[in-house]
């Protein structure tokens, strides 16, 4: 017998040859993942944050016709003198919604508004400040002006027929203000994924119920739940669900009939009471991943019937790691639309940062702006994965690449922002 123990690869190695990299899981999520496919019509106020099905072709003109960007007065360049001073007589007033209606001859100006249609005989706007009135009302203008000066063109902004939105983007609060300025009402965008999730295991307790000895309160879901509503998709609370085999093909049988995507926290390491395995290799298909990452090595990836299927780790600081860097991408995919990638910025670390080359790791960190408006990132105290309050007074995580070897006080870090940092 050998009197020494060899172990088997865990999470506590800090390289595992069999374990995949943070790019290569990214890659399986985005081909494995299909979009959503039916779409409904909605107004354009609730198409914030939704994916665009088709893409928007502009039905007319933006502007539609030539408009003043200027207050001052329309005239035409040709009433001008070639040097020195001209006076003009002015006929009128254009306002924004109310042009002039008549025609403006060689010698005559017509007084105008910023966003008021170019008067009929005019092919420039002088600005208010480069005129002089007369004390007969008579404007007086200068030579040095040109054919278009201050005029806004018709399709400046857009031009008919040309492509505003393409098919396949989530749209912004600026998209829905050039939906309104082509006058669309309403817009075909893809349907919400529905999400839904649990947490795993015998000893956790819900908040609003007595902790018995043993006993933990669920974290995992509403730190789940508080990421998920911020993202359009419909969820589901599925709730604790209890360290046994029946319990987990039961939640998981109705989850797969009502979500488009699945959300389990827990029970997918390698403990006796880890019951995501079995019965997801009784109901689906899945694969188990070992990624090079800290903290969250071990995702579940699968799918059940028409659902896709992700086995998160337990511990609460993995699971949000774990959800921003590959849940997130999946649920772009789910929407329709393209992956989106965190991005990085470049901090001075305040202090030394230890690392172990081989695993892409996510500390968290607190960024402030030092006096020269760089970045600069302390770590918010001790590390280990269960330690949630260092992810509730972190904005940011410390992101240390694969063949980082650790950081001294003053190097350059990438950094990654929560997107409700404070
Ligand atoms: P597991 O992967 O199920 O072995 O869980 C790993 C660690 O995370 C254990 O210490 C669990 O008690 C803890 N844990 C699992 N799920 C939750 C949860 N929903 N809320 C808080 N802690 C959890
Ligand atoms: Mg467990």
């Keep these: 017998m050998d009197d020494k123990i060899t172990p088997d690869p865990s999470c506590a190695d800090p390289f595992d040859p069999n374990s995949i990299s943070l790019a290569e899981a990214l890659e399986r999520i985005e081909q494995r993942v299909l979009p959503v496919h039916a779409c409904e ?3 354009i106020r609730e198409c914030l944050d939704r994916v665009n099905n088709e893409a928007v072709k502009s039905p007319h003109n933006v502007p539609p016709r030539p408009n003043s960007a200027m207050d001052g007065f329309a005239i035409s360049i040709d009433s001008l003198a070639a040097s020195g001073i001209t006076e003009l007589e002015q006929i009128g007033t254009a306002y924004a919604g109310k042009p002039y209606e008549g025609s ?3 010698g005559q100006c017509v007084s105008i508004m910023t966003g008021a249609l170019i008067p009929e005989g005019t092919d420039a706007v002088i600005m208010q400040e480069q005129a002089e009135i007369g004390d007969s009302g008579e404007v007086r203008i200068d030579s040095d002006h040109r054919v278009g000066e201050n005029i806004r063109d018709a399709g400046e902004d857009i031009e008919q027929g040309a492509t505003v939105i393409e098919a396949g983007v989530r749209l912004n609060p600026a998209d829905l203000g050039v939906l309104a300025s082509l006058g669309l009402s309403q817009l075909q965008v893809k ?3 529905v999400v839904a999730f649990f947490s795993t295991g015998d000893e ?3 908040v609003g119920e007595p902790l018995e000895p043993g006993k933990i309160y669920d974290s995992n879901r509403y730190s789940l739940h508080g990421m998920l509503s911020r993202m359009a998709v419909d969820i589901i609370d599925l709730g604790v669900v209890r360290d046994d085999l029946e319990s987990m093909r039961e939640v998981l049988t109705r989850a797969s009939t009502q979500a488009d995507l699945i959300i389990s ?3 997918v390491s390698v403990g006796e009471a880890d019951y995501i395995k079995p019965a997801l290799e009784e109901l689906g298909t899945t694969e188990f991943w070992k990624i090079a990452i800290k903290p969250g090595r071990p995702l579940t990836f699968g799918q059940i019937g028409a659902s896709i299927f992700m ?3 337990g511990n609460p600081v993995a699971v949000m790691v774990t959800f921003s860097q590959f849940v997130l991408p999946a649920i772009d995919v789910l929407s329709g639309a393209s992956m989106r990638r965190p991005a990085l910025f470049r901090a001075r670390a305040l202090e030394a940062l230890r690392k172990k080359p081989g695993r892409y790791e996510f500390q968290r960190g607190i ?7 760089q970045w600069q990132v302390a770590r918010t105290g001790k590390q280990g994965s269960g330690i949630l309050t260092s992810m509730s007074r972190a904005n940011c995580f410390i992101v240390l690449p694969d063949e980082n070897t650790g950081v001294a006080a003053g190097d350059e ?3 990654q922002f929560f997107d409700w940092s404070r």
């Design 311 to 313: 086995g998160l780790p």
């Design 265 to 267: 926290t827990g029970g």
């Design 41 to 43: 019509r909605l107004p």
């Design 204 to 206: 956790l307790v819900s």
């Design 367 to 373: 960024a402030t702006l030092d006096e020269n408006n």
């Design 191 to 193: 349907r919400k994924p």
């Design 413 to 415: 870090v990438d950094i």
């Design 104 to 106: 403006c001859a060689r």
